[in-house]
Every structure is written in structure tokens, then in C-alpha cells.
């Protein structure tokens, strides 16, 4: 029998072929998909060849990008990411990792867009291809997970010291001793971040007199600078203003950080409680404490476990009424340590446990039972819960607090444990506030919240670890930072507030902080200074000067012979608290550098600085009618220059001084030229 094919319509017959090659082609792709599930794609990121720091490196990526949806009690798709275990077992998905096998495992499918409807995390930033090969470094070298630590949804900083291998100096990096040049190029080189040279002798000098001593350089003090022909006058010069053994550097020094320390401290010449005995100054033994230069765990030490001296810290202070629960003196001594020295929130979880950390109710009040005579019962929301917690400090693996122990061993144990070597966040904190205090911005912001991640983590790491041993000596950290090539870069303005991943391109520039604007006023117009002629340099250096200096070299060590009274030791004025001196009421760890509208009009029409200025030109014009001719008049704005800004003025500038003061001088004139210079940015911002 023939068989005939059967009749198609017109043109199918032609499509078959066609047909079954399409349907042969999806079917073996999609038995080479199933049967390469796991096989290395190209649109995923290989790993990084290096070995990975889980506390790090990868600890930040879960807790940023992973531990809103899969951690606290939150899991979704089943998926729970808070510890090894929970990570292992997986989700309603199956295993999220194979240890050994980032190519096989899910997790790192998902975070590389793999599955375009499954993209993780489904919302906010999407992971870096740098990342991603952390993660897979991290999953082939064995997930390697911290014993008992808990994934948070909050960032979650590591309190235990971290050693920085120091890497090899770049070959194109100009030769210095100080190990953070050695640190800051790889990471200017990661972030494609371009620097010029360091500044000028004249910016440099503002800055390290401004920042250490809270005082401006004097034009001779400038002139000397330049002249030094030393490569290493920079860092003699930051020497000679942080001397101990030099009286009156000693003495400028810790009136200036009096000012730092006061407004985090809380402790000021007058205020509420001072009166009736409900709260307490530190004043002589804090002033007496930086003069010596006390090692900053003693320090420390002293104020948690305090002598009548040092006490007032943390008694707080005793507010009058109805108070509270959270604002008890012990309350407000666990709050202001936490704070202070470890750079830690507590104020929310004194009420209720934190929405914004990770630290409990329970915490606070163990924190808080260290300084009570006994446990205080716990209130929540300021109700009582009937119930109280044993004293104890938040990191018991540091040191433990014995609760039947009477109230000043507890301190004591309290104080051992915080300052402990082997709490790296006590190290960190101070480190780090210091670093934003000389360049603007903290390794870490805001500077009390040191659970975010910094931008350097070795930097701040090493200065951590080097301050401890240098026997926690705050002046050398300070030296080491005002020497180091990223406080000498060029500065720049504040970063944008849309700018969400910080990156440092060099110092900020600041504005003067109250007590310095009132002492550089001062300084130009009150205070016993110089003939407007003589330079530092005059009688060269001695044979005997410090690092061999040559005869051709210029000494630079500062004279604080004449400074007058200082701002950080008076009452806070109308124009100091204008300018941002806090109330001290509460932990003020940084002002508020805008400029605000107070500001304007008190700097404007202020009676404070008018009877200060109105004071400075009775000095400079003893008599009316006392400066007469052009040549007088001349000599006369030289000197109001070279106090004021530090320098002699352009012709053009004694052209305009001249309309101000007058020919001859008046008081009224002297006045206004001064008050002229005062408001400009040269003389108002540290560049």
C-alpha cells in the first residue's frame, strides 16, 4: 500500500524544519541549563583572591543590605540570616549558601541579578561587583562567622583591638615618617581621588596653632616658618606647641581643650544646680589633668571612679521636681559614659529598648546600676515593670561587676573594664574624635554613633591600637595626625547632604569656634604684642636648637608671653553662646558649624563685640587726634593688618583702610576697620 503524506496547508510545510529546530534548540539549552545550574556565569563577579575579614568586610554587607528582611525576628522567604546556623539551614528557597561553593550557591545568585524578579536586595543599593567578590571570598574560604555573635538589623561595631599591617609605601609618595602617608594612598587610589600638594607654610601654621592651641600665629610666628630651611620644621613646630615641658605652651594647650572637654563633660563655670548643690565642677582637676597631660585611661579612670576632684561627671546633675525615670542621676551617668567614651546611644533604650540600636532596656539600667547605691527598679516608658537588673556593664566579656559589691568597687570594676587594652572602643572613640576635630569629619559619623562603619578602617584602627601603645598619650595622636600628609592637604568644602557614601578629598574648612573667635579678636586689638616690625627670626637659631638645626635655620617656638585672659575660662556671654557655646546641660561632643541668623545680628549689632572693639580702639589711638598724618595713619593699619589677618595689607587695602579710619585716626574709624576685617573668611574660617 503507498503511503502519501498528508496535504498541508500552503507554506506550513516549509516552517517545519524551522520548528523542529527551534523546539530541538530549547529543549537542549534548557538540559544545558539544569545541568549548569551551578556553573560559573558571566554576570557574576568573580571572587576576591584574597583572605577576608568576616568582622570587616562582610559582617557590614549583611547587616546593610541582608539583616532589614532576614534578621530581628523578620524573615522573609523563610530566610533567617541572623547567626552560621540559621544562615546554613537556608530558606523556603533551599540552602543560601554552600560552604566551599560560591558558584553554587543561591545567595550569590540572587545578589548578582541572576533571576531578574528575584533580585536582591529587592530594594535600596544593589551590591558592587567588589562586594559581591567579598561575599564569594567569603563563602569559599568556609563562611567563617564570630563565635556567639548575632546578626543585627543595626550596624554593629567589634569592641576588641584590630592590629594594622602597615602596607609598602608607594613608589610615586613623598618620603615621610608617619605611617598614616602610608595608609591614605591605597585608599585615595581605590576611590580615584586626585590631591594636590600640601599647603603652604602660612595655611599650615593657622592651622596647628588654631587646632592644638586654640590660638592664631603671629606674623613673626609665620614668618618663621617660612624661613626655617629644616624638612621636618612642620613637625618641630607641632612639637613645640604640644611641649610639656615648656610652661606656657602647657598652659595654652589644656585651656584650649578645656573647651572640647567641658562641652562633652558637661561641666561649666555656672548653671542650673550649681547653686544648690545639685550638681558639681571638675574645673581644677580637669584643668590640672590636661596641663599634665594625664594618659587618657587614667583620666578616664578618674572620672568613673572619681575623687571628690572628679566627681561631678558622674553625678550629673539633680534636676529640681517631678524627674523622669530616664533622666535619674544614675541614668544620666550610664548615658554619659556610654556616649563619652564609647560612642554609644544609650537615651533611647533608657526608656524602651532602642529603635535605632541594638541595645535593650535591660542594658541602660545594668549600666545604670553600677552608679546607684542600689539596683534601680526598671521603668519602661516611665512605668514601673516591677522588676530590677543586676549591675553590669554592656560588654561583660571586658570585665565583670560584682552587684553585691559597694557602690565605689563597682565603679572601680566598671573603670577597669572600660579601660581595659582590650577595649578597642574606648581607643577608637577618643581617636576618632580627635581626627574630626583637627580635619572636620570623623572617621566615623556622626562621632557618636562608632557602630557605623568608617571610611578608613585601618586608619582609625592604627591610631586605636598606636595610641595604646604610646601609653594612651593624647598629644602623640594629635602629633601624629597634625604631621600626617592628609591633615596638610589642601582643604575642602563640606560634602553635599545627597552625598551618601562619603569619600575624603582632604581636610574641611572650618569656622572659628566661639571661644576662638573671641580670643583671635582679642589677640588683634587687647592683647600686649610685638612692634609691628619685629620678626621671630631675627637672632637665627641657637647651636643648641632641637634636631641639630643649622645656623641658617629659623626658630619657631611659639611666645604665649603676652596672652591675655582666654574665652574658654569666662562666662559664656551673649556673643559666646551666639557663636554655638552650649549650655552644657547636656553631652556636647561637636558644635553646629552653619552659621545661623543669631549669629549675624549679634555679630553685627551686639553690644559684646562693640564694647570689645570700642576697648581695642582706645588702645591702638590712646588719644583722640594722636595718629595724624598719611604716614602715621599707614603704620597705624599695618599693624591692625598684621594683627588681625597676620600679614601686611596689598596697597589697594591701604587705599580702603584709610576711608575707614580716617587721616587723622579716629577711635570711631579704628573701630569699624577692625570690625572689618574681623567678619572676613580669612579671618573667620581655618583653611
Known amino acids: 500500500m503507498l503511503h502519501t503524506k498528508p496535504k498541508l496547508k500552503s507554506g506550513t510545510e516549509a516552517q517545519l524544519p524551522r520548528l523542529r529546530f527551534g523546539l530541538v534548540t530549547i529543549l537542549l539549552g534548557g538540559l544545558f541549563l539544569a545541568s549548569n545550574a551551578c556553573a560559573e556565569s558571566p554576570r557574576i563577579p568573580p571572587a576576591a583572591t584574597r583572605q577576608v575579614d568576616f568582622h570587616r568586610e562582610v559582617l557590614p554587607l549583611l547587616a546593610r543590605h541582608c539583616a532589614r528582611c532576614h534578621s530581628s525576628g523578620k524573615h522573609e522567604g523563610e530566610l533567617a540570616i541572623d547567626s552560621r546556623q540559621k544562615l546554613l539551614a537556608g530558606g523556603g528557597s533551599g540552602p543560601a549558601v554552600v560552604v566551599g561553593h560560591s558558584d553554587k550557591s543561591l545567595l550569590i545568585e540572587l545578589v548578582s541579578g541572576g533571576d531578574p524578579d528575584r533580585i536582591m536586595p529587592s530594594e535600596g543599593r544593589r551590591l558592587t561587583a567588589e562586594e559581591i567578590g567579598i561575599l564569594r571570598a567569603w563563602i569559599d574560604q568556609g563562611v567563617v562567622w564570630e563565635n556567639g555573635l548575632a546578626l543585627s538589623a543595626y550596624p554593629t561595631a567589634r569592641w576588641e583591638p584590630r592590629s594594622v599591617e602597615l602596607p609598602p609605601a608607594a613608589a610615586a609618595a613623598p618620603v615621610t615618617d608617619n605611617p598614616l602617608d ?75 581643650w578645656l573647651t572640647f572637654w567641658n562641652d562633652a563633660l558637661r561641666n561649666d563655670n555656672r548653671g542650673p544646680g550649681y547653686i544648690d548643690g545639685g550638681r558639681k565642677q571638675i574645673s581644677v582637676w580637669l584643668r590640672q589633668s590636661l596641663e599634665q597631660n594625664k594618659p587618657y585611661d587614667q583620666f578616664v579612670r578618674e572620672l568613673i571612679a572619681p575623687s571628690p576632684a572628679s566627681e561631678g561627671f558622674v553625678k550629673g546633675i539633680v534636676w529640681r521636681g517631678v524627674v523622669n525615670a530616664s533622666q535619674k542621676p544614675e541614668m544620666q551617668a550610664a548615658q554619659n559614659v556610654s556616649q563619652v567614651f564609647l560612642g554609644i546611644n544609650l537615651k533611647c533604650a533608657s526608656c ?6 541594638e541595645w535593650k532596656l535591660d542594658d541602660a539600667y545594668g549600666l545604670a546600676g553600677v552608679f546607684a547605691n542600689a539596683p534601680p527598679e526598671v521603668h519602661r516608658c516611665d512605668s514601673p515593670v516591677n522588676r530590677v537588673i543586676e549591675p553590669r556593664f554592656l560588654y561583660s566579656k571586658l570585665g565583670k561587676v560584682d552587684p553585691k559589691a559597694p557602690l565605689a568597687e563597682r565603679r572601680k570594676q566598671l573603670a577597669a573594664a ?30 557618636d554613633a562608632m557602630d557605623n562603619p568608617p571610611w578608613n578602617a585601618d586608619i582609625l584602627d592604627y591610631l586605636a591600637t598606636d595610641l595604646v601603645e604610646h601609653g594612651y598619650d593624647l598629644k602623640h595622636t594629635l602629633e601624629l595626625i597634625a604631621t600626617s600628609r592628609a591633615y596638610q592637604l589642601p582643604s575642602v568644602g563640606a560634602p553635599s547632604a545627597t552625598e551618601k557614601d562619603y569619600v ?77 557655646r552650649p549650655s552644657r546641660e547636656q553631652v556636647v561632643t561637636s558644635r553646629e558649624p ?94
Open 352 to 357: 524602651h529598648d532602642s529603635f535605632v540600636s
Open 182 to 256: 602610608r595608609l591614605l594612598p591605597p585608599y585615595l587610589a581605590k576611590q580615584g581621588v586626585k590631591v594636590d600638594g600640601v599647603v603652604s607654610n602660612r595655611v599650615y601654621a593657622r592651622r596647628v596653632y588654631e587646632d592644638l592651641v586654640g590660638l592664631p600665629p603671629r606674623a613673626a610666628d609665620i614668618e618663621a616658618l617660612e624661613k626655617d630651611t629644616r624638612p621636618d620644621k612642620r613637625t618641630l613646630l607641632v612639637r613645640r606647641l604640644l611641649d610639656n615641658g615648656q610652661q606656657n605652651a602647657r598652659q595654652q594647650y589644656a585651656i584650649h
Open 594 to 687: 552653619a552659621a545661623t541668623t543669631l549669629q549675624v545680628l549679634e555679630l553685627t549689632n551686639g553690644t559684646t563685640l562693640d564694647n570689645l572693639l570700642k576697648r581695642g580702639a582706645e588702645q591702638l589711638v590712646p588719644k583722640p587726634a594722636a595718629v595724624t598724618d598719611q604716614t602715621a595713619v599707614n603704620q597705624l593699619i599695618e599693624q591692625i593688618y598684621l594683627r588681625t589677618l597676620a600679614r601686611r595689607p596689598l596697597p589697594n587695602e591701604i587705599e580702603i583702610a584709610r576711608g575707614l579710619t580716617g587721616t587723622p585716626a579716629t577711635r570711631e574709624g579704628v573701630q569699624d576697620l577692625v570690625w572689618s576685617l574681623i567678619m572676613l573668611p580669612e579671618f573667620q574660617l581655618v583653611q
Open 418 to 447: 572600660l579601660t581595659s587594652k582590650e577595649d578597642g572602643r574606648l581607643a577608637r572613640t577618643i581617636v576618632n574624635r580627635l581626627w574630626a576635630r583637627l580635619l572636620g569629619r570623623g572617621l566615623i559619623e556622626p562621632v
Open 504 to 580: 575624603f578629598r582632604g581636610p574641611l574648612v572650618k569656622r572659628l569656634a566661639a571661644e576662638q573667635f573671641i580670643d583671635a579678636v582679642s589677640a588683634a586689638i587687647l592683647w600686649k604684642t610685638d612692634p609691628p616690625n619685629a620678626t621671630a627670626g631675627q637672632s637665627g637659631a641657637s647651636a643648641g636648637s632641637p634636631n641639630g638645626a643649622s645656623s641658617n635655620s629659623v626658630e619657631t617656638s611659639p611666645d604665649f608671653s603676652k596672652v591675655g585672659p582666654r574665652a574658654a575660662l569666662a562666662d559664656a556671654d551673649n556673643l559666646a553662646r551666639a557663636l554655638g
